[in-house]
């Protein structure tokens, strides 16, 4: 099983990324997918979570708006769109997968990691 992120970057607050992750050995389409990231000195927090089904799980109030989770299961590659890029949102961004739904405990009940990738940006 294998989950890579790429993507990230250094951007100009206000500016816009779309995040990849990109799976391999196991079957996508029976899997949800999560986004979750950490800031420099602080906990790993869950942003969202596509379901194999296509539901969305928010895991905070206040990503809602500027990011969006979307999957192409022909490519087995899951996106996060990130818009209206704030300093606070500098964190090395994750994805990772579970079976069929996505948990409501968050990043805990996550099965398979990738390995990151960093987004930055400067104030």
């Known amino acids: 099983v294998q989950l890579v992120e790429s993507g990230g970057a250094s951007v100009q607050a206000g500016g816009s990324l779309r995040l990849s992750c990109a799976a391999s050995?196991?079957?996508?389409?029976?899997?949800?997918i999560g986004w979750f990231r950490q800031a420099p000195g602080k906990d790993r927090e869950g942003i969202v979570c596509l379901s194999f089904s296509g539901e969305r799980t928010y895991y905070a109030d206040s990503v809602k708006g500027r990011f969006t989770i979307t999957s192409d299961n022909y490519k087995e590659t899951n996106y996060l769109q990130i818009n209206a890029l704030e300093p606070e949102d500098t964190a090395v961004y994750y994805c990772?997968?579970?079976?069929?739904?996505?948990?409501?405990?968050?990043?805990?009940?996550?099965?398979?990691w990738g390995k990151g990738t960093l987004v930055t940006v400067p104030q």
């Open positions: 990772a997968a579970v079976l069929w739904y996505c948990p409501n405990k968050g990043a805990g009940g996550m099965e398979y």
């Open positions: 050995g196991f079957t996508f389409d029976d899997y949800a």
